[in-house]
């Protein structure tokens, strides 16, 4: 007895039918029955109803339990999270990690990890990696962690660690990692436990990195001259370009469900008119979407269900705020979900 391919997590708002039925010892369903009841460890994150549907609402484990009669009985795990993992920078060195929801326009701090930046999740969202001084004015280390931030630990210490930021590879026993001091980084990756380490394939000075949506690549922002690229770096083949010579800077990018780029970019070459652009085949195009009283864009995240994104902006008075915008990526219909003059939003992750 069984529940079929439940999720590993739900974000805040979504929803999922649950099935349950009997199973052979070669795998295949031998039964179907309505005849369940349904219920959950934590309903107050996950509830069910009599159908099996499960609906999220607060961040958090909750267990789902199918029951057949007295004899038989199947339990499922699923994880609550909100839909991406930011930064919250509120100055003088002052950070943390926390989750931002789209549904409730708020962002919530993990509280095991303060003074923590740049938190990315696996893709099934069971482990996240992360980077924290490892001692007051000592550089930033790399940790993995529990999806709540519990039971972190270190995995590395660059010795050019004064700044790092992490991804996870599509399959999580590795990690890429961007690191350096004074402006020189360059993009590495390690096994989790520490028995490889190695150079991707990257050459020149490195200003971000973004996972590839399903392969075991990485979208690498590169300057050379006042010019700005963006390349592909893994750890078996040649570096590749996708994006040629930009005239102005290049702050973010990430890559759409039908393989293109959406930028975060200088429009203006080099004075400072930054708009999302989308590259696809060679071809450069502005995205026709319209950001009302907002500072300069800095950074974009495509959310997990492919069809939308989240791009932060400053504020467009306060020096340490920020703006967070929902788009719709088909519509380009904006919508504001967090204005806040208390701190800055950065790096955001699906």
């Not at 770096?233 to 702050?251: F, P, W």
């Amino acid at each position: 007895f069984s529940i079929v391919a439940p999720p590993a997590y739900l974000a805040i708002g979504e929803s999922r039918q649950l099935r349950a039925v009997w199973v052979g010892p070669d795998g295949d369903t031998l039964r179907s029955s309505s005849a369940i009841s349904w219920r959950s460890s934590s309903p107050r994150s996950l509830a069910v109803g009599d159908s099996g549907r499960i609906s999220a609402a607060e961040t958090g484990l909750a267990t789902i339990r199918a029951e057949a009669g007295d004899r038989y009985h199947a339990d499922a795990p699923v994880r609550v999270t909100a839909d991406f993992l930011v930064t919250l920078d509120y100055g003088r060195d002052s950070l943390a990690v926390a989750e931002l929801s789209v549904q409730k326009h708020a962002v919530e701090p993990i509280a095991s990890l303060s003074g923590a930046r740049f938190a990315s999740w696996t893709a099934n969202r069971d482990r996240m990696v992360f980077s924290r001084r490892t001692g007051q004015g000592k550089p930033f280390a790399l940790y993995t962690a529990a999806p709540d931030g519990s039971d972190a630990r270190q995995i590395s210490r660059p010795r050019d660690g004064d700044d790092i930021q992490a991804k996870w590879f599509v399959q999580p026993d590795h990690i890429a990692y961007l690191s350096g001091r004074s402006g020189d980084f360059r993009v590495s990756a390690q096994q989790i436990d520490d028995t490889l380490a190695l150079t991707l394939m990257v050459r020149g000075r490195v200003r971000g990195i973004a996972r590839r949506r399903d392969r075991d690549e990485f979208l690498v922002i590169r300057e050379a001259d006042s010019r700005f690229a963006v390349w592909v770096a893994t750890m078996a083949a040649q570096e590749k370009k996708l994006v040629g010579d930009h005239r102005g800077a290049i702050d973010a990018v990430t890559e759409l469900p039908d393989g293109s780029l959406l930028m975060v970019a200088d429009t203006s070459a080099g004075k400072d008119r930054f708009a999302l652009v989308r590259w696809a085949d060679g071809v450069e195009t502005t995205f026709d979407a319209a950001f009302q009283n907002v500072g300069r864009l800095r950074s974009i995240a495509v959310a997990a269900d492919g069809r939308h994104a989240v791009v932060i902006a400053d504020h467009p008075t306060a020096k340490q705020g920020s703006v967070v915008l929902w788009i719709d990526l088909a519509t380009h219909a904006v919508e504001e979900i967090l204005r806040t003059d208390l701190f800055k939003v950065l790096a955001p992750d699906a």
